[in-house]
């Protein structure tokens, strides 16, 4: 089980100083706050001194240039001690019970690496992802940007299916393009509940439709809407509503950069094209540039720390007789520390020191726990039992 020490949520700012304040104070409990700002106007940066002085708990790291989202996300993970890390939007607003609602999941699903606990806006991963993943694409600068869904695809290249997501209404596809809808989509949508469930998805979307959870900060996040985003609309627009915020339109957007890195597929029968992936939006993608290596010393500091993601499922097998205290400290230790795939099969040997009392209790609550029992009334010793 996660407490606010194991988790560091980083938040990334611009040009929000007075929401960001009521994200963080959502967030208090948690010892250790990074905030980013990708270099907000002097305004902002007053906003953010205030915060300076009256949360103990938050580090601010005021960069001198905007280097976006990716690069402001991976260089904060760096610097974070612990394992979890919890990306989040400036304008989320966390309900008190959203760390329960966390604990819950993994409880579920241990093997996790990446919780949605609100899509893209809140995002908590164990660093073991990056190590399967690499970091995010710090060619993604510009705004407007695609981070999220380059995220996504990868996360899909990985997996070899898309686990969450549907199609945006404003492509129309029911009347625009109907074939496409009923020939390469559905075939797959019909499947997103069989994805969700898979063993080996290491992902999890509470916004998905077959998750029990709620998500989190549903009510309260602000950057979907046009008054307070300032962010993803153009500089006119901008300009036009009095809005201090400007992109910087001489360089080339992630938006841009997003067309070059992954071509759009519209063809028949490109649902059924082995390299073809499904974005959250219901479009086809194929890949046509290559992830950058960044930070390979610290990946390889994960490696060697948290194993590597991609190895084969493992069991593990605890034969055991009246020691129900260290017993409990194993499962545990496993349970936190490891992320892949695994079972626990415990074995209890004749006890009466209620091992197998609790060891029923587990099994009850804990899938992955499998328990057989020698009911004596002599002892089979560590060898039989395994």
Same mark, same amino acid.
């Given at each position: 089980?996660?407490?606010?020490?194991?988790?560091?949520?980083?938040?990334?700012?611009?040009?929000?100083?007075?929401?960001?304040?009521?994200?963080?104070?959502?967030?208090?409990?948690?010892?250790?706050?990074?905030?980013?700002?990708?270099?907000?106007?002097?305004?902002?940066?007053?906003?953010?001194?205030?915060?300076?002085?009256?949360?103990?708990?938050?580090?601010?790291?005021?960069?001198?240039?905007?280097?976006?989202?990716? *690069?402001?996300?991976?260089?904060?993970?760096?610097?974070?001690?612990?394992?979890?890390?919890?990306?989040?939007?400036?304008?989320?607003?966390?309900?008190?019970?959203?760390?329960?609602?966390?604990?819950?999941?993994?409880?579920?699903?241990?093997?996790?690496?990446?919780?949605?606990?609100?899509? !893209?806006?809140?995002?908590?991963?164990?660093?073991?992802?990056?190590?399967?993943?690499?970091?995010?694409?710090? *060619?993604?600068?510009? !705004?407007?940007?695609?981070?999220?869904?380059?995220?996504?695809?990868?996360?899909?290249?990985?997996?070899?299916?898309?686990?969450?997501?549907?199609?945006?209404?404003?492509?129309?596809?029911?009347?625009?393009?109907?074939?496409?809808?009923?020939?390469?989509?559905?075939?797959?949508?019909?499947?997103?509940?069989?994805?969700?469930?898979?063993?080996?998805?290491?992902?999890?979307?509470?916004?998905?439709?077959?998750?029990?959870?709620?998500?989190?900060?549903?009510?309260?996040?602000?950057?979907?809407?046009?008054?307070?985003?300032?962010?993803?609309?153009?500089?006119?627009?901008?300009?036009?509503?009095?809005?201090?915020?400007?992109?910087?339109?001489?360089?080339?957007?992630?938006?841009?950069?997003?067309?070059?890195?992954?071509?759009?597929?519209?063809?028949?029968?490109?649902?059924?094209?082995?390299?073809?992936?499904?974005?959250?939006?219901?479009?086809?993608?194929?890949?046509?540039?290559?992830?950058?290596?960044?930070?390979?010393?610290?990946? *390889?500091?994960?490696?060697?720390?948290?194993?590597?993601?991609?190895?084969?499922?493992?069991? !593990?097998?605890?034969?055991?007789?009246?020691?129900?205290?260290?017993?409990?400290?194993?499962?545990?230790?496993? *349970?936190?520390?490891?992320?892949?795939?695994?079972?626990?099969?415990?074995?209890?040997? !004749?006890?009466?020191?209620?091992?197998?009392?609790?060891?029923?209790?587990?099994?009850?609550?804990?899938?992955?726990?499998?328990?057989?029992?020698?009911?004596?009334?002599?002892?089979?010793?560590?060898?039989?039992?395994?």
């Amino acid at each position: 089980m996660l407490s606010y020490k194991d988790i560091t949520p980083i938040i990334v700012h611009y040009y929000r100083g007075n929401i960001v304040r009521n994200c963080i104070e959502s967030l208090k409990d948690c010892p250790h706050i990074i905030l980013w700002d990708n270099n907000s106007s002097e305004k902002h940066i007053k906003l953010l001194n205030d915060i300076d002085k009256d949360f103990n708990n938050v580090e601010i790291i005021y960069n001198k240039d905007n280097v976006g989202w990716g *690069r402001a996300c991976n260089q904060s993970i760096i610097q974070s001690k612990t394992d979890w890390v919890l990306l989040s939007g400036d304008d989320m607003i966390y309900e008190p019970y959203w760390l329960d609602v966390l604990n819950d999941i993994l409880k579920e699903k241990p093997h996790l690496e990446q919780i949605h606990l609100n899509s !893209f806006n809140a995002m908590v991963i164990h660093k073991k992802t990056i190590v399967r993943m690499g970091w995010w694409d710090e *060619r993604y600068r510009v !705004f407007p940007t695609q981070d999220d869904d380059d995220w996504y695809l990868r996360t899909v290249e990985q997996l070899g299916y898309s686990p969450y997501g549907t199609y945006g209404e404003h492509y129309q596809l029911e009347t625009k393009q109907p074939d496409y809808l009923k020939n390469e989509l559905t075939p797959h949508l019909e499947k997103k509940e069989e994805y969700f469930h898979r063993k080996d998805n290491f992902t999890y979307f509470c916004n998905s439709d077959y998750s029990k959870h709620k998500v989190i900060g549903n009510d309260t996040i602000s950057g979907q809407t046009v008054e307070t985003a300032g962010r993803n609309i153009d500089n006119k627009f901008l300009a036009a509503r009095g809005d201090e915020v400007r992109h910087d339109e001489t360089k080339m957007s992630g938006y841009e950069f997003h067309t070059k890195k992954w071509s759009l597929l519209w063809e028949e029968g490109c649902g059924k094209n082995p390299k073809a992936l499904l974005a959250k939006d219901g479009l086809f993608f194929t890949r046509t540039l290559t992830d950058e290596e960044l930070y390979q010393s610290v990946v *390889r500091e994960y490696r060697i720390k948290y194993g590597d993601p991609n190895m084969k499922p493992i069991s !593990f097998i605890q034969p055991s007789r009246n020691n129900l205290k260290y017993l409990k400290w194993s499962y545990n230790s496993i *349970r936190k520390n490891l992320g892949y795939i695994h079972e626990i099969c415990m074995a209890d040997d !004749f006890s009466n020191d209620g091992t197998w009392e609790w060891l029923q209790e587990i099994s009850k609550t804990d899938p992955n726990v499998k328990i057989h029992r020698n009911e004596g009334p002599t002892r089979l010793g560590h060898t039989i039992l395994y």
